[in-house]
């Protein structure tokens, strides 16, 4: 059955702009709300994407790895293996990028003046550029930050909370416990010799790193201390196959006592609270397009009250009500998909340029907070960008299949609206308004 061509025909008559009706105003209406909804959902989820993807790639650079390895500790346990020997086992194995072993554990770092402060101290190879390149390219520093002995490298905010310059001296406290002495405080005096800027808070102000050449030995049996080995993979999501690949192939050689975590397990709790948190944004911001349909919803019920005689008269000439409701959903889509396309492009335009538009608003708020302080003194400078946030521009991600989704969730809001809308013309008598008319 072919489409009639009245159909678009009459609806391009109805609702159009020469009309100068309500009708057009209406949806003219309905298009700029489906595009500045559109827009914003493409714009937040794309300053999301690139908040969320970027502390995601640092966290599994720094902190979190692709894979960890570590010892079941325990005191009396003679059959815990060597994490040394662990990673010579598995080098050489493909779709492996690095290994890096490593310690880490909560320390307090006092200085001469009596500021402390509390750190997660990382022990790691003086060499660990060379055996994980990236670990190094996300804090900025090399293996040269342990050139020296008794060195620390810490971020630049944990430094500049410490009052620490280059060449200042601290004092690491380590905690030690066992069951003879009982609870003792090892002091180790370290020098900072520089501090690293990776561009993310947690790690600039609260992470330290020490060669394991100046770390005690003495501690090296403590829990608190246990040797950790951190495999990144060339392609992460296939971090479940290589981590019982890599659980098989550690059996097959003997080893014993150690426990597999992949980062999806180790940061679970982290990655669904930024789920969470990218979902409700989404459902928010979605509620503009609940409204924008139910503003189509209720305009094109009054439609079909205004233009009953109209709908009377096709009626009257062969047209069937399914054609009439024909011609609302074809108002309807046609509506969603402009105020759509106007959103993609919008929403896509602001997101690819978003800093440079930050700026100008900047530049603009300055100048104006400048002639308004000449008139008004006393009045609150405005603040940049990084000042607030901790950072210097804000990364975008615009992902396509999310882009579209949000495009046809526009179109789909004003197309259920219009079919809701059409159900009005079942309760049309065709005979008795052109009787009473």
Avoid at 149 to 154: L, R
Avoid at 249 to 260: C, D, E, K, Q, W
Avoid at 418 to 427: K, Q, T, V
Wanted: proline share 4%; net charge neutral.
């Amino acid at each position: 059955m072919r489409f009639p061509r009245w159909i678009p025909f009459i609806a391009r008559r109805w609702f159009s702009k020469r009309e100068k009706s309500i009708h057009s105003q209406s949806s003219f209406l309905a298009i700029i709300g489906i595009a500045a909804g559109t827009t914003a959902l493409i714009v937040v989820m794309g300053i999301m994407n690139g908040l969320q993807g970027g502390y995601i790639d640092a966290l599994l650079e720094v902190a979190s790895f692709h894979i960890r390895i570590s010892e079941q500790w325990s005191p009396t346990d003679k059959q815990v293996p060597d994490i040394a020997e662990l990673g010579k086992s598995l080098e050489g194995m493909p779709g492996l990028r690095s290994i890096l072993p490593f310690r880490e554990s909560t320390v307090m770092v006092a200085t001469s003046a009596g500021r402390v402060a509390t750190l997660r101290l990382m022990v790691i190879p003086p060499d660990f550029d060379r055996r994980d390149p990236g670990f190094a390219r996300e804090l900025g520093i090399d293996g040269s930050a342990f050139a020296k002995k008794q060195g620390i490298v810490m971020g630049a905010e944990a430094a500049g909370s410490l009052g620490l310059r280059r060449g200042d001296h601290c004092t690491v406290l380590l905690p030690t416990a066992g069951l003879e002495e009982g609870l003792s405080i090892d002091q180790l005096p370290l020098k900072l010799e520089s501090t690293f800027t990776s561009g993310f808070w947690q790690f600039d102000s609260g992470l330290a790193l020490v060669s394991e050449t100046d770390f005690p030995q003495t501690l090296g049996g403590q829990q608190s201390w246990q040797p950790n080995l951190g495999i990144k993979l060339v392609d992460r999501a296939a971090d479940a196959t290589y981590a019982t690949e890599i659980g098989r192939r550690l059996h097959a050689a003997g080893f014993r006592g150690f426990t597999i975590e992949s980062w999806r397990d180790y940061n679970r709790a982290f990655f669904g609270a930024l789920g969470m948190e990218k979902g409700m944004m989404f459902l928010l911001l979605s509620l503009v397009f609940l409204v924008v349909a139910v503003n189509i919803h209720h305009v094109m019920r009054r439609i079909v009250a205004m233009r009953a005689e109209d709908i009377a008269i096709l009626r009257s000439t062969g047209a069937s009500e399914n054609d009439m409701a024909a011609i609302f959903v074809w108002n309807g889509l046609a509506t969603g998909i402009k105020g759509a396309f106007v959103g993609l492009l919008a929403g896509s335009f602001i997101s690819v340029n978003i800093n440079a538009i930050i700026a100008f608003g900047m530049q603009f708020i300055f100048a104006a907070s400048s002639v308004l302080s000449s008139v008004l003194p006393g009045q609150p400078v405005p603040m940049s960008l990084g000042s607030v946030f901790y950072l210097q521009e804000l990364p975008v991600q615009l992902r396509l299949p999310q882009v579209f989704f949000i495009a046809l969730l526009a179109i789909a809001s004003s197309l259920v609206a219009s079919l809701s809308a059409s159900r009005e013309l079942s309760r049309l008598k065709p005979v008795e308004i052109l009787r009473h008319e």
